[in-house]
């Protein structure tokens, strides 16, 4: 290539770094000057609306441009004149290019300048932060100034009329002091000093006073130890004199020191106990029983060195309960088995009791008797008492499978006084304190507590209603010996009733020498069987329903069932016998397979039958206490089988009756009912 066609090329343009367009030298330009197109020095001199003008008005021109280049497609014209139009739209589109980049350039400029305000702007609102926190600095050094209080505030001066009175002159300096009231402080401050140093010196000589008195209480206990193991062998040595005159003091002396920890309702009856066993029954006794060192914690109040070491442990333990959450079951749990919680100690009573024992038809009271153990417990959230009971005996009762409820711990000390069940808990208070946890009745806890029976609280001073106005020991002493007396009684009858079981159960009727005069020598009838039924088993019985319907009988009544036996008739006698027996006759329901089914709501001498069993119990009773009424009751029934049997033919049609009854012993027979019926007696001729 010539250097002249290099002269005449074009110089290309190109672009530097900060995007200024430049020429590029040609290779034989030599010394040539150099020239340079900036477009941002032509953006700075153009207008932005100027520029928006142009690019309207090119997009119009190059949009008519199009429009012709298409009509002149359409009409077949020359290409010459369609070259020419497409030459003016490329030069519109370098148009429309060149805005678009002085568009894009005006863009980043005005970023760029957004951007350094910005940073203007933070750089002011960091220093303001600075400033900021410089003042509230200062503020805090301002308010702890401002709050300071000096040491001597603290201190409890004298006051200013008692300061001039003691302080002597050379420390009150009156005459400075009264004008200036920091010259003042000084001098209280400095008599105070004075004060203490005095006291200090006080000190020193109570102490060494003190360090005295401990050494001369040291002797005197070492002393007082040295006589301790000679004192204790004495008491070894009179045990046996206490125990000869019944006045156990070292016993006596160890129960009043638990005694201090137990709770008020089981004091109240402590007391109340020993002292009628010791005024008045002397085979009564009490004792205390149960984790003394609990007792001890309950009611020694908490100490505020215990929470500080406990603090740790009642973080991990918080963590722990973040951790894992306990079911709402599980909590209920807990705190039914916290309202339901007993208290660590609680009181066995002993009730001695003189043993019934039967030999050849006698009752007779032995010397060793047993034992009614009642242990009484005490709910602190309930403020109720509780009792279980247990019976220790001499002999083996275990022979009689019907006596097998009279005994038992549940139910022995039932209806002790009337209707007192101990199934509910007496105090009212606790229907809302159970509806709290979700316990819908006492009764399914009493197996595990104990029964809280209305006189047992009455015994230790609790009172739930507005009956009485005695309350506490006066309300215990006056029930204390009428319910001492039923207990005794109520084992007495239900030892009695075990051994008559034992034998009812082998088919004898025992009756004692002194009840043989109220029934003759000789009765045919006899027991053939004795049993035990629940209470459906008797609603079940046909010959019973009127009984249920007069509302004598309840669930917790004993029921048994007798049968009497003479030749082909046989008698059904259901018993109901309320825990109360004595002191509440059994009573009999009769019903007679012979000759077809009767009883006593068809037949007038069956209705008789039952009457002279149930209602003349005064005759049968036999001795005080009555512990023979039932044997006697059955052998009048057995007495009135005999008569009913001989004398119901004679009454029916008036011959020599069957053949299958003859009368043995009975004679002078008009009518049955006239036998029963005449002054309710049975009269008897042999």
Same mark, same amino acid.
């Given at each position: 290539?010539?250097?002249?066609?290099? &002269?005449?090329?074009?110089?290309?343009?190109?672009?530097?770094?900060?995007?200024?367009?430049?020429?590029?030298?040609?290779?034989?330009?030599?010394?040539? $000057?150099?020239?340079?197109?900036? /477009?941002?020095?032509?953006?700075? $001199?153009?207008?932005? %609306?100027?520029?928006?003008?142009?690019?309207?008005?090119?997009?119009? +021109?190059? $949009?008519?441009?199009?429009?012709?280049?298409?009509?002149?497609?359409?009409?077949?014209?020359?290409?010459?004149?369609?070259?020419?139009?497409?030459?003016?739209?490329?030069?519109?589109?370098?148009?429309?290019?060149?805005?678009?980049?002085?568009?894009?350039?005006?863009?980043? &400029?005005?970023?760029?300048?957004?951007?350094?305000?910005?940073?203007?702007?933070?750089?002011?609102?960091?220093?303001?932060?600075?400033?900021?926190?410089?003042?509230?600095?200062?503020?805090?050094?301002?308010?702890?100034?401002?709050?300071?209080?000096?040491?001597?505030?603290?201190?409890?001066?004298?006051?200013?009329?008692?300061?001039?009175?003691?302080?002597?002159?050379?420390?009150? !300096?009156?005459?400075?002091?009264?004008?200036? %009231?920091?010259?003042?402080?000084?001098?209280?401050?400095?008599?105070?000093?004075?004060?203490?140093?005095?006291?200090?010196?006080?000190?020193?000589?109570?102490?060494?006073?003190?360090?005295?008195?401990?050494?001369?209480?040291?002797?005197?206990?070492?002393?007082?130890?040295?006589?301790?193991?000679?004192?204790?062998?004495?008491?070894?040595?009179?045990?046996?004199? %206490?125990?000869?005159?019944?006045?156990?003091? /070292?016993?006596?002396?160890?129960?009043?020191?638990?005694? !201090?920890?137990?709770?008020?309702?089981?004091?109240?009856?402590?007391?109340?106990?020993?002292?009628?066993?010791?005024?008045?029954?002397?085979?009564? #006794?009490?004792?205390?029983?149960?984790?003394? @060192?609990?007792?001890?914690?309950?009611? !020694?109040?908490?100490?505020?060195?215990?929470?500080?070491?406990?603090?740790?442990?009642?973080?991990?333990?918080?963590?722990?309960?973040?951790?894992?959450? +306990?079911?709402?079951? =599980?909590?209920?749990? @807990?705190?039914?088995?916290?309202?339901?919680?007993?208290?660590?100690?609680?009181?066995?009573?002993?009730?001695?009791?003189?043993?019934?024992?039967?030999?050849?038809?006698?009752?007779?009271?032995?010397?060793?008797?047993?034992?009614?153990?009642?242990?009484?417990?005490?709910?602190?959230?309930?403020?109720?008492?509780?009792?279980?009971?247990?019976? #220790?005996?001499?002999?083996?009762?275990?022979?009689?499978?019907?006596?097998?409820?009279?005994? *038992?711990?549940?139910?022995?000390? *039932?209806?002790?006084?009337?209707?007192?069940?101990?199934?509910?808990?007496?105090?009212?208070? *606790?229907?809302?304190?159970?509806?709290?946890?979700?316990?819908?009745?006492?009764?399914?806890?009493?197996?595990?507590?104990?029964?809280?029976?209305?006189?047992?609280?009455?015994?230790?001073?609790?009172?739930?209603?507005?009956?009485?106005?005695?309350?506490?020991?006066?309300?215990?002493?006056?029930?204390?010996?009428?319910?001492? &007396?039923?207990?005794?009684?109520?084992?007495?009858?239900?030892?009695?009733?075990?051994?008559?079981?034992?034998?009812?159960?082998?088919?004898?009727?025992?009756?004692? #020498?002194?009840?043989?005069?109220?029934?003759?020598?000789?009765?045919?009838?006899?027991?053939?069987?004795?049993?035990?039924?629940?209470?459906?088993?008797?609603?079940?019985?046909?010959? =019973?329903?009127?009984?249920?319907?007069?509302?004598?009988?309840?669930?917790?009544?004993?029921?048994?069932?007798?049968?009497?036996?003479?030749?082909?008739?046989?008698?059904?006698?259901?018993?109901?016998?309320?825990?109360?027996?004595?002191?509440? +006759?059994?009573?009999?329901?009769?019903?007679?397979?012979?000759?077809?089914?009767?009883?006593?709501?068809?037949?007038?001498?069956?209705?008789?039958?039952?009457?002279?069993?149930?209602?003349?119990?005064?005759?049968?009773?036999?001795?005080?206490?009555?512990?023979?009424?039932?044997? *006697?009751?059955?052998?009048?029934?057995? =007495?009135?089988?005999?008569?009913?049997?001989?004398?119901? #033919?004679?009454?029916?049609?008036?011959?020599?009756?069957?053949?299958?009854?003859?009368?043995?012993?009975?004679?002078?027979?008009?009518?049955?009912?006239?036998?029963?019926?005449?002054?309710?007696?049975?009269?008897?001729?042999?």
């Amino acid at each position: 290539m010539s250097s002249d066609a290099v &002269k005449k090329r074009k110089p290309k343009v190109i672009r530097n770094e900060t995007g200024t367009p430049e020429t590029k030298r040609g290779r034989a330009e030599g010394d040539q $000057a150099v020239r340079v197109y900036n /477009e941002e020095v032509e953006l700075e $001199a153009r207008d932005p %609306q100027q520029d928006y003008m142009l690019y309207k008005d090119t997009c119009a +021109a190059l $949009a008519k441009l199009m429009a012709e280049i298409q009509e002149l497609k359409a009409g077949g014209a020359k290409s010459v004149e369609i070259e020419e139009r497409r030459t003016q739209c490329s030069v519109h589109f370098i148009t429309l290019k060149k805005l678009n980049r002085l568009a894009h350039m005006r863009l980043k &400029k005005g970023r760029d300048q957004t951007h350094e305000a910005k940073q203007r702007v933070d750089v002011l609102h960091l220093q303001l932060q600075n400033l900021l926190y410089e003042v509230m600095h200062l503020q805090k050094e301002i308010g702890k100034c401002l709050e300071f209080r000096s040491q001597h505030e603290e201190i409890e001066l004298v006051s200013e009329e008692e300061f001039f009175q003691e302080a002597p002159a050379e420390i009150s !300096r009156p005459h400075v002091t009264r004008d200036d %009231q920091h010259q003042l402080t000084l001098a209280r401050l400095d008599w105070e000093l004075e004060q203490r140093k005095r006291l200090a010196e006080q000190y020193k000589m109570s102490l060494a006073r003190k360090e005295k008195i401990q050494k001369a209480i040291e002797q005197k206990r070492e002393y007082l130890s040295s006589l301790q193991p000679g004192l204790q062998n004495i008491m070894q040595a009179s045990l046996p004199v %206490q125990e000869y005159l019944a006045i156990p003091f /070292e016993h006596m002396q160890k129960q009043a020191e638990v005694s !201090r920890h137990l709770p008020p309702p089981l004091y109240v009856l402590l007391v109340q106990a020993g002292a009628y066993g010791q005024a008045c029954d002397k085979n009564l #006794s009490v004792s205390i029983s149960g984790d003394v @060192d609990e007792a001890k914690a309950l009611s !020694r109040p908490p100490e505020d060195s215990q929470d500080d070491e406990s603090d740790s442990d009642a973080e991990e333990e918080q963590q722990n309960t973040k951790r894992r959450r +306990a079911t709402v079951g =599980v909590q209920l749990d @807990d705190k039914r088995k916290e309202m339901l919680r007993r208290h660590p100690l609680s009181l066995c009573v002993d009730l001695k009791c003189k043993g019934v024992l039967f030999h050849q038809y006698l009752y007779y009271l032995s010397p060793d008797g047993s034992i009614l153990h009642l242990f009484f417990y005490y709910l602190m959230n309930l403020n109720i008492l509780t009792v279980k009971t247990k019976v #220790s005996t001499t002999t083996d009762l275990s022979g009689a499978v019907s006596a097998g409820e009279l005994l *038992n711990s549940e139910s022995l000390l *039932n209806c002790l006084y009337t209707s007192d069940h101990g199934k509910e808990t007496p105090n009212p208070a *606790n229907r809302y304190q159970f509806d709290k946890v979700g316990i819908t009745t006492f009764a399914d806890y009493v197996s595990d507590l104990g029964h809280p029976y209305v006189w047992m609280q009455k015994l230790g001073g609790l009172q739930f209603s507005s009956d009485s106005a005695l309350t506490g020991s006066a309300l215990s002493a006056s029930h204390m010996e009428r319910t001492m &007396k039923l207990l005794r009684g109520r084992l007495q009858a239900r030892l009695a009733l075990h051994k008559q079981f034992s034998s009812l159960e082998h088919s004898i009727i025992p009756v004692s #020498s002194e009840c043989q005069h109220l029934f003759p020598a000789k009765v045919v009838s006899g027991l053939m069987r004795w049993t035990m039924m629940s209470y459906q088993e008797f609603t079940e019985l046909g010959f =019973v329903q009127h009984v249920l319907k007069a509302g004598l009988v309840r669930e917790t009544d004993l029921f048994f069932m007798a049968v009497v036996e003479r030749g082909t008739a046989r008698l059904l006698a259901a018993v109901v016998m309320n825990p109360r027996y004595p002191e509440v +006759a059994p009573l009999f329901s009769l019903s007679l397979h012979w000759k077809g089914e009767r009883s006593g709501r068809t037949d007038d001498n069956l209705q008789a039958m039952e009457s002279e069993v149930n209602v003349f119990r005064s005759e049968l009773q036999g001795p005080r206490p009555g512990l023979q009424l039932l044997t *006697n009751q059955i052998q009048r029934l057995c =007495v009135c089988l005999d008569v009913y049997l001989e004398t119901e #033919s004679q009454v029916c049609d008036g011959s020599e009756g069957p053949k299958e009854f003859p009368r043995e012993k009975m004679c002078l027979r008009t009518r049955l009912k006239t036998a029963f019926v005449l002054q309710g007696h049975i009269y008897i001729f042999c």
